[in-house]
């Protein structure tokens, strides 16, 4: 069996990193662990990087281990090159950015809170799910 191909989006690594409860946090814990193959782009890794390192993120970690987490992600990710711009396809630019992702790696899921900012992406055969039902579907809820 193939392992899921997603894009994780910024709003669930960001609260993912920021506390250990929930189903962010437990998706985050499965990376590299052969539960599902990441998909990552420069650009997406940059506004990683650019979320989790402002302050009003609050995430609890250095620019420095912020760093070397980005690293570990793009370690165990399938880093990929856009060709291919669908923009403007999303009302959000950095959202059409997640999507160029997972256009690009042939992705099944986009991970995401924000569901209906993803609306009609059905069409590039990818589904917006959040991190909770994402490891439901995979059995690793709990």
Known sequence: MSLARIV???????SGLRSRQGMSYRLLSFLGARLYRPVVTVPLVVEYEKSLC??????????VDIGK???FVCSVSDCRK????????LRDPQDDMVLEAAVSGQCEYIVTFNLRDFK?????GIVPITPGDFLKEKGKEK
């Open 69 to 71: 987490y980005l690293n």
């Open 54 to 63: 402002d302050p009003r993120t609050e995430v609890p970690f250095s620019a």
């Open 8 to 14: 994780i989006d910024t709003n669930v690594l960001v």
């Open 82 to 89: 856009v060709h291919f711009l669908w923009r403007p396809f």
């Open 120 to 124: 009609n992406i059905e069409k590039f």
